[in-house]
């Protein structure tokens, strides 16, 4: 079964402090991209950052980061020196490449506190 | 101006009305998603169509149809709204322009609230 897996329903983290969201996913294909997206209040759904399965490099873009552990399925998002925007629901996704279909997990409640 | 737009923004409806939610855009993805959020939920997939003459169902296509009129529009139609069909709506483009990590990049959402 495909399935991604956010443990933490809420965080909450201090003010220039780094942050790591936690997902971890299940697949049965051996190619697959992973996704991060931030839902803030307002609703839209912002993407983040992708690493796809045979990416060797971690990948970064600007505060955020993927720390990709294949081996154990995990692709948690690492956000460093947070910040009050940084406040918003985290989304974590799966493509597997056998088809275009998105899995998505059920989010992670991020609050930066001042 | 926004890539990817939905019409309306927010809708309130009554119960057995017909309501069509709109998706435009100027990225020129080939593939376009209606996805339905329910509060403190993720995304469940309605639908998806690759071109103009593909269109599939996802996951939750009861209650709902779809049409692709143009590569650059998609609408969603709920053809009898019920109560339960309150949620936020989002359109999602895909395509090779995605740097071919085919990511999907979402309009601003249209909230529907049925009475």
């Known amino acids: 079964a495909q399935k991604i897996t956010q443990t933490q329903p809420g965080m909450f983290v201090q003010e220039k402090e780094a942050v790591t969201l936690d997902c971890t996913y299940d697949?049965?294909?051996?190619?697959?991209?992973l996704f991060w997206y931030k839902q803030p209040s307002s609703g839209e759904m912002i993407f983040l950052i992708y690493q796809g399965s045979y990416d060797e490099q971690n990948a970064t873009e600007g505060r955020y980061s993927l720390n990709f552990q294949k081996a154990r399925k995990s692709a948690n998002l690492v956000i460093s020196a947070s910040q009050l925007g940084d406040s918003a629901m985290y989304f974590c996704?799966?493509?597997?490449?056998?088809?275009?279909?998105?899995?998505w997990g059920a989010g992670t409640k991020l609050i930066i506190k001042p | 101006d926004a890539d990817v737009t939905q019409t309306p923004r927010n809708r309130i409806t009554k119960t057995g009305k017909r309501i069509m939610l709109e998706c435009s855009q100027t990225?020129?993805?080939?593939?376009m998603y209606w996805y339905r959020q329910d509060p403190g939920l993720g995304l469940q997939l309605i639908y998806y169509?690759?071109?103009?003459?593909?269109?599939n169902k996802g996951e939750i296509s009861d209650g709902y149809s779809v049409s692709r009129q143009a590569q650059a529009k998609f609408s969603l139609s709920l053809e009898s709204a019920i109560p339960n069909q309150t949620a936020l709506y989002f359109c999602?483009?895909?395509?090779?322009?995605?740097?071919?990590?085919?990511?999907?990049?979402f309009g601003p959402g249209t909230r529907l609230t049925v009475l």
């Open positions: 169509s690759f071109d103009v003459k593909d269109i």
């Open positions: 990225k020129g993805h080939d593939r």
């Open positions: 999602a483009t895909s395509g090779p322009t995605s740097g071919g990590t085919d990511t999907q990049y």
């Open positions: 697949t049965s294909d051996q190619s697959y991209g």
């Open positions: 996704a799966m493509r597997p490449f056998s088809n275009y279909q998105l899995i």
